[in-house]
């Protein structure tokens, strides 16, 4: 029987996240709130500016999620219906969903089990005279490997996008998550490293005639009031999560600083914890850990044993895509046996900057004790 936390540690802590800065939120509110202007002002376009700058873009564009910012940076480049995108198999659903509703086909390839990145023989393999675009995920904080992906797009005449929903600060080879792709999503769902008060996403990319489609696209296609060139959306980023986001960009580097602390106390420990097995980290990336994933045969008994004890771990993700109820026959069961695999055995501990080293040893700890009842 393991001894329960008296303190129990959440997966994420956003009121800790959040403490140094609560000030700066209910000041970003407060003008907001004074100005009455919601919906496209200077707070989104200051935002825009400021994102741009950070990933190394011409432009940014704030839209209303990560999910819809997929959509909307595909349908900007043109795909659609006819066109093929290959993905990863173990992703989040979102990134299937986005190719979906463009009217192009997901083509799912497995991962590099060393990584949980899109593998690179199994893209090569799955190209076809239908394939258009690529789109890595840069899965739980890391790159994938975008410098050999550019490389065969280019030799296969293909787009090459990203879903850096997960990586924002990342970068492989020296160049930024969000500035390698035609265009890159992001997401900045409230558990994501930088993470809004609310749903909000963005893309990112240097090709204006992008950027300027997904000004319409986001917004009813309208080029000025009551005048529409297109059929768009109602998927504007709002000048409220605007506001917080400017706040929370001001501060990344340096949460990135404490989440990176928090992980090498994590590998550093994981190292003597016979049964848990963690992933490779590419050393021509920077890694910015949204998540801290280990490997442990039995998982469904650790998971239940961690959180009895008051561990807030969880499954990202428990179902690979092909295999969600929603997937039409994007692939069969043994299709990709690495991701199904992977599905098996991982499980993400709390990480979050100002995690505490004894709440992360607590962790390893509770997580020790799990592994060998579960064995
Ligand atoms: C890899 C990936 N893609 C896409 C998304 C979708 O983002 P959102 O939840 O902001 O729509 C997420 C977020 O959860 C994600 O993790």
Redesign the pocket.
């Known amino acids: 029987m393991i001894t329960a936390l008296t303190h129990p540690i959440p997966l994420i802590d956003l009121e800790i996240v959040h403490a140094p800065i609560a000030d700066e939120l209910r000041g970003a509110f407060d003008r907001v709130f004074r100005s009455s202007i919601f919906i496209s002002g200077p707070e989104v376009a200051a935002f825009e500016r400021d994102l741009a700058a950070y990933v190394g873009v011409e432009r940014a564009l704030g839209v209303a ?6 959509i909307m940076m595909l349908l900007a480049a043109g795909i659609g219906p006819g066109d093929e995108v290959i993905i990863p198999a173990n ?2 659903w ?2 299937a969903e ?1 190719v979906h509703h463009t009217g192009a086909t997901p083509v799912l390839v497995d991962v590099d089990p060393r990584t949980a990145l899109i593998d690179l023989a199994a893209v090569e393999a799955a190209i076809t005279p239908n394939t258009r675009a690529l789109l890595p ?3 739980y904080g890391q790159c994938a490997p975008m410098t050999e992906l550019a490389a065969m797009a280019a030799r296969h005449d293909l787009m090459l996008f990203e ?1 850096a ?2 990586a924002i600060g990342a970068s492989y080879d020296g160049i930024a998550a969000g500035a390698w792709g035609r265009a890159a ?1 992001f ?3 409230p558990g ?1 490293n930088l993470g809004a008060l609310g ?3 963005g893309v990112t990319t240097n090709d204006h005639a992008i950027a300027e489609q997904i000004e319409l696209l986001r917004s009813h296609g309208s080029v000025r009031r009551y005048v529409h060139s297109s059929m768009g959306f109602n998927e504007r980023m709002d000048e409220l999560q605007a506001a917080f986001l400017a706040v929370k960009l001001r501060r990344i580097e340096a949460d990135q600083v404490r989440r990176d602390g928090a992980v090498a106390q994590y590998h550093e420990e994981l190292a003597s914890v016979d049964g848990a097995e963690v992933f490779t980290i590419d050393p021509r990336g920077r890694h910015v850990h949204h998540l801290m994933v280990v490997q442990v045969e039995h998982r469904d008994r650790v998971l239940d044993s961690l959180h009895a004890a008051g561990v807030g771990a969880a499954i ?1 993700y428990p179902v690979p895509v092909h295999l969600q109820d929603g997937a039409d026959a994007l692939g069969r069961l043994g299709q990709f046996p690495v991701s199904e695999r992977l599905a098996h055995r991982i499980l993400s501990l709390p990480l979050f900057p100002g995690i505490t080293p004894s709440q992360v040893s607590a962790c390893v700890q509770v997580l020790t004790s799990a592994i060998k009842e579960a064995s």
């Open positions: 999620s990560g999910t819809c910012s997929i992703t989040f979102a990134t986005g995920v840069h899965l879903d929903a997960q999503s997401s900045f769902y994501k749903d909000a996403g990202h």
